[in-house]
């Protein structure tokens, strides 16, 4: 009923693979952990979180809570050493139960559906970037670019992270794509979809996956999972795309969310409204730095320094 591959690479810039990845095949579960840190610590809080996600799981926790005792888990950790004070990891976390698929984040790990020949992301990143997008002030190009792209508002063992969660009826032949930003940083959502359209074995795809980015550039440890549902397709309730039917809980708050273009602009514009809870600040303290990163940037386009 369901296949996966999975595939890492350090890259072509680092000297240690700082990203995790695990899986239940039991429990239909997979994760992808990106840690951060330096100095091997951002290693030690991937594997961390990932061992006590598994563990977790195994125990009856929900996603939620396994993501949850795994930033407890790391922050034990950082206090127990203070070479690792600091240290954190970015996760997705996902099982597959009754023919729906759950997803749960925290960073820019990132969580995507192929479907008929298209690609959707499922999660949203917890990024500076991502708030900038929310308010209008950059295009996702712009993003791709931009020297702070990897500027995560939320990681495993910093502060006090909520976890999102995206649930999403599955149909025969879905194939779910869990990766870090190594990969995407690398990779156009285009370029993604039209490798996954190419065929052959999971493996050799996601092989290909992993080893284009890390030729296109491997600026960042890039890992990867791919997981084919074969299972029969969910029931749906009305005649709708199931594709279109995805409910999306931020901040432990449900909202419905429509992943086609026009919802996912709707969604943006809701997503500059609704509490973005911030790692390390209050939320009028986030105010202040987004003004001040926009200050910033109309700074750059005038010619100012």
């Keep these: 009923m369901i296949r996966s591959a999975t595939a890492t690479d350090t890259g072509r810039v680092h000297q240690l693979n700082e990203d995790s990845l695990g899986q239940d095949l039991e429990r239909m579960v997979w994760l ?8 091997a610590a951002g290693e030690v809080a991937s594997r961390v979180a990932r061992d006590t996600m598994l563990a977790g799981i195994v125990a009856g926790q929900s996603l939620q809570d396994a993501t ?21 990891t970015t996760s997705v976390l996902m099982q597959i139960r009754d023919a729906s698929c759950e997803m749960v984040w925290v960073g820019d790990s990132r969580g995507y559906l192929w479907r008929k020949g298209m690609l959707r992301q499922l999660t949203r990143d917890h990024s500076f970037m991502q708030m900038l997008i929310d308010r209008q002030h950059l ?32 149909e025969t032949g879905d194939v779910l794509l869990l990766c870090s930003d ?25 092989d290909r996956l992993v080893d ?15 997981v ?13 795309p199931s594709f279109d039917k995805t409910t999306v809980v931020r901040g432990r708050t449900p909202v419905l969310s429509a992943l086609s273009e026009a919802a996912s602009r709707q969604q943006a514009e809701a997503g500059a409204q609704t509490h973005r809870r911030l790692i390390w600040i209050a939320a009028t303290a986030a105010v202040i730095i987004i003004a001040a990163v926009v200050a910033w940037m109309t700074g750059l386009a005038g010619g100012t320094t």
């Design 182 to 206: 190594g990969l995407y940083d690398e990779l156009a959502d285009a370029e993604m979809a039209t490798m996954l359209a190419q065929g052959g074995t999971l493996q050799d795809t996601v």
């Design 32 to 39: 992808v952990a990106d840690g951060v840190g330096g100095h």
């Design 212 to 226: 284009t980015a890390c030729d296109k550039g491997g600026r960042d440890n890039i890992s990867a999972i791919l």
């Design 68 to 88: 949850l005792s795994a930033h407890a888990a790391v922050l034990r950790e950082a206090s127990a050493d203070q070479a690792q004070k600091g240290m954190g």
């Design 228 to 240: 084919c549902y074969e299972g029969p397709s969910a029931a749906v309730a009305d005649d709708k």
């Design 139 to 170: 295009t996702e190009e712009q993003a791709r670019t931009h020297p702070k792209r990897n500027v995560v508002t939320q990681v495993l063992g910093y502060s006090d992270p909520a976890p999102d969660t995206v649930t999403c009826p599955l």
